[in-house]
């Protein structure tokens, strides 16, 4: 079963505020706290985390390429809910089940194709 228009809608949402969110980070722990102050963030419903960010930010270098890592797959699967393609396995075309994509939204491929690539880099 395919995800319904309106999930759709509700996940794109969810995952432009994820990619503002992460883009805030990232830039905090390029150039600093002050990169937080980014129009669109909810300051009041945030504070817990940013403050969290910030601390972080001092101790963890490695955390920024992690962040960019699922922004660029946040920012993919936006794409791909754009043109119609999301839930489509990148690989075979087969239809991703819907209960797959609610656990992974960043899902692109069907499990076989995951675990295949999965197998595929670790032999590297
Ligand atoms: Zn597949």
């Known amino acids: 079963m395919q995800m319904s228009p309106t999930e759709l809608d509700e996940l794109g949402a969810r995952l432009r505020r994820r990619a503002e969110r992460l883009h805030a980070e990232v830039a905090a722990k390029k150039h600093g706290p002050a990169a937080l102050e980014v129009p669109g963030i909810d300051r009041e419903r945030d504070n817990d985390d940013i403050s969290f960010v910030i601390s972080e930010a001092e101790i963890e270098t490695g955390e920024a390429e ?19 393609s999301y839930g489509v ?15 992974q939204p960043l899902a692109a491929r069907c499990v076989p194709c995951q675990s295949e690539r999965e197998r595929a880099l670790q032999r590297r």
């Open 89 to 103: 396995c990148a690989e075979c075309g087969v239809s991703i089940p819907a209960a797959r994509l609610r656990a």
């Open 66 to 84: 992690r962040d960019e890592v699922e922004l660029g797959a946040i920012e993919r699967t936006l794409r791909r809910i754009e043109d119609g």
